[in-house]
């Protein structure tokens, strides 16, 4: 089990973060820098906070203690003149400001970012929301869910003879909040350089958009939208789950034409090489329901331990379904640290993900577990009499 260490530095050590947002992409981009060394300030609501600790799991706030780690709250009330002069001397003393209010609502409460960057020109606002903050939506809250269906994702997810799916975790937030993390960066740079800061408008649609943006240059070529084709893909085979005799399942990608011909010499079925119906990827894919069941077939009569043992000796690309019970314990996570144990105040210890990308010279750490609300709020208040104006 790992234990939370105060003394860490890590390469944003320099970097105070001041995060007013609330649930996911928000709380993932401050995370990311937290994780990286930065002093992420929540600020939260007295009796409330950060609606991401009303996540429950079994009783247990899991979705704050995970990503709020190596963050500190600070309960302010902005209607109030202490308060919102308290906010507004952090902000001088500030690198980076996040929110996600529907857009508006930063300036409803007179903070605009106008006001901010005269307090502080070299500050990074990142205004976090659903639909961005220009555009004709821009007035609509906008949840993860409205944009993974609204992106083209959820039409894309699923099987063709069943409704479109939608992700089951917060996929649009998540993807944002890295891009967000990727704005931030960016935009210190540019504050170290030249002094200037600016703010960032992250919407959480053009995000996961970014991800399947290939289907609108598909469409502009075929004037067709891409339908669902539950594990397959549309554009190579053989790909696709494949059920084992123990009732587990392996995937298994053949997106290189060399690794195509390999499954099918694995398979004991050489033949298929020459045959015009598989024997290059656009043909497979047209093809792909008939070369499933060929593959399927021999996959079907073995265990999951059997085939997967059969093809990585082949070099096939092939792996096993997991679930997060599998994950634990499995040589790969363990020999990685992909998963870490950390300390747990109120459960002893909790496993998550360990800090991502690994950095050879400047790596991230765990210096304080997820803060209770408001747990900070004297020691920040007591650090703001020791600053300038």
Same mark, same amino acid.
């Given at each position: 089990m790992k234990k939370f260490d105060p003394s860490q530095t890590g390469p944003l050590s320099d970097v105070r973060v001041l995060d007013m947002s609330r649930l996911v992409a928000g709380n993932m981009l401050s995370a990311y820098l937290a994780d990286f #060394?930065?002093? +992420?300030?929540?600020?939260?609501?007295?009796?409330?906070?950060?609606? @991401?600790?009303?996540?429950?799991?079994?009783?247990? /706030?899991?979705?704050?203690?995970?990503? #709020?780690?190596?963050?500190?709250?600070?309960?302010? /009330?902005?209607?109030s003149g202490d308060g919102m002069d308290a906010f507004k001397k952090l902000v001088r003393h500030s690198h980076v400001l996040i929110e996600n209010f529907v857009p508006g609502g930063l300036e409803k409460i007179g903070l605009s970012p106008d006001l901010l960057l005269e307090l502080n020109p070299a500050l990074v606002i990142v205004r976090?929301?659903?639909?961005? %903050?220009?555009?004709?939506? $821009?007035?609509?809250?906008?949840?993860g869910t409205l944009v993974e269906a609204m992106s083209g994702f959820a039409h894309l997810n699923g099987y063709p003879d069943?409704?479109? !799916?939608?992700?089951? *975790?917060? @996929?649009?937030d998540m993807i944002a909040?890295?891009?967000?993390?990727?704005?931030?960066?960016?935009? *210190?740079?540019?504050?170290?350089?030249?002094?200037?800061? %600016?703010?960032?408008? *992250?919407?959480?649609?053009?995000?996961?958009?970014? +991800?399947?943006?290939?289907?609108?240059?598909?469409?502009? +070529?075929?004037g067709e939208a891409t339908m669902r084709a539950g594990n397959q893909s549309t554009h190579t085979a053989p790909r696709n789950i494949y059920?084992? $005799? /123990?009732?587990?399942?392996?995937?298994?990608s053949g997106s290189m034409q060399s690794m195509a011909m390999k499954i099918f010499d694995t398979i004991g079925r050489p033949e298929l090489k020459s045959d015009p119906k598989f024997a290059t990827n656009d043909a497979r894919v047209i093809n792909r329901d008939e070369l499933d069941q060929l593959i399927g077939a021999y996959i079907g009569a073995r265990t999951q331990q059997e085939n997967l043992d059969i093809f990585e000796a082949a070099g096939v690309t092939v792996g096993p379904v997991c679930s997060v019970a599998d994950l634990m314990g499995h040589p790969f996570v363990t020999g990685r640290?992909?998963? !870490?144990?950390?300390?747990?105040? /109120? @459960?002893? $210890? *909790?496993?998550m993900h360990n800090i991502v990308p690994r950095?050879? %010279?400047?790596? #991230?750490?765990?210096?304080?577990?997820?803060?209770? @609300?408001?747990?900070?709020? %004297?020691?920040?208040?007591?650090?703001?009499?020791?600053l300038g104006s």
């Open positions: #060394g930065a002093d +992420v300030i929540k600020i939260e609501r007295e009796g409330r906070g950060d609606d @991401l600790r009303n996540w429950r799991e079994a009783g247990w /706030d899991i979705y704050w203690k995970v990503y #709020g780690r190596n963050k500190r709250s600070l309960v302010l /009330d902005l209607k976090v929301s659903g639909w961005g %903050q220009t555009g004709p939506y $821009s007035h609509k809250p906008g949840f069943r409704p479109p !799916v939608l992700p089951p *975790l917060a @996929l649009a909040g890295v891009y967000g993390a990727a704005g931030v960066l960016t935009a *210190l740079r540019v504050a170290e350089k030249e002094g200037r800061g %600016q703010v960032i408008d *992250l919407s959480l649609f053009e995000p996961i958009f970014s +991800v399947i943006s290939s289907e609108a240059a598909k469409y502009k +070529v075929t059920a084992c $005799s /123990d009732s587990k399942f392996v995937a298994m640290e992909a998963i !870490v144990e950390l300390e747990d105040r /109120d @459960l002893g $210890s *909790l496993p950095l050879s %010279q400047t790596p #991230g750490g765990f210096r304080r577990p997820a803060p209770k @609300l408001g747990e900070h709020t %004297q020691a920040i208040l007591d650090e703001l009499k020791t």
